[in-house]
């Protein structure tokens, strides 16, 4: 099969990470007649925060920060997308603007889904529609887990639950450093903290033996320790 063939939605088996995976294979089709695919640098912006989408995202490669900007203008970031991942789908749906911005930590490829296909097979096919829902209430228990996290965890656990997030959820390389570097003032946005803060923690992480750095680069060391801490344990 070509890569032509292969991007499209019928024959795409990043579809069973998503919603997508409800549909039929005639509704695939005519999304994927409609959809255009999109590269995306690192650092570019797919969207903006207050934006109205007339489409969703389907991350076909690469990782994005979704993100909120505060009262006193910081970035908190509120989630790592990945690959099969769709962007935009509750706005869209509830046809209000964007709350949070999208920009690229990686190289991406994206294929955007006109509104109006999504919503042809939101009436139509009622599996695609629970899939949907199951995916959104997902989305708010992640929400509120992390709400509970910044008001009872310490900088030092949330900064450890990032890191076992990340080493959990991103390939390794050759030397079984994380696949995925953020920079310090990432991961700061994702924890709630100062940038110096993180620094600090990150050192303390490193000289207590659970994590080992280089640059940007982090390996962990001992997983199992680290979420006992994580856990208070």
């Known amino acids: 099969m070509d890569t032509l063939e292969q991007g499209r939605c019928e024959n795409c088996i990043i579809r069973q990470l998503n919603s997508l995976k409800a549909l039929s294979k005639s509704e695939l089709k005519a999304i994927s007649d409609s959809k255009t695919t999109k590269s995306i640098k690192k650092g570019d ?48 749906i509830a046809n209000q603007k964007t709350n949070l911005a999208a920009i690229a930590l990686k190289d991406m490829e994206v294929c955007f889904i006109p509104k109006h296909k999504l919503n042809e097979s939101i009436n139509n096919n009622i599996e695609f529609t ?39 959820s991103f390939d ?32 303390e992480l490193k000289n207590e033996g659970f994590i080992f750095t280089q640059g940007k680069r982090i390996k962990i060391l001992k997983p199992k320790s680290l979420l006992h801490f994580i856990n208070g344990i």
Not at 48 to 59: A, D, I, P, R, Y
Not at 141 to 164: E, P
């Open 172 to 203: 390794k390389d050759d030397e079984g450093f994380i696949g995925l570097y953020l920079t310090r003032n990432d991961i700061s946005d994702i924890v709630g903290t100062a940038k110096e803060a993180c620094i600090r923690t990150l050192t």
């Open 45 to 92: 912006t797919i969207f903006t925060e207050g934006e109205n989408l007339n489409g969703v995202f389907c991350v076909r490669n690469g990782v994005t920060k979704l993100s909120k900007l505060s009262a006193n203008g910081k970035d908190q970031i509120v989630k790592l997308a990945k690959k099969g991942e769709v962007l935009g789908q509750r706005s869209v």
């Open 130 to 168: 629970k899939e949907i829902l199951l995916k959104m209430t997902d989305e708010l228990k992640f929400a509120n887990d992390m709400i509970m996290d910044l008001s009872q965890k310490t900088v030092k656990q949330r900064v450890a639950q990032i890191l076992l997030y990340l080493n959990n």
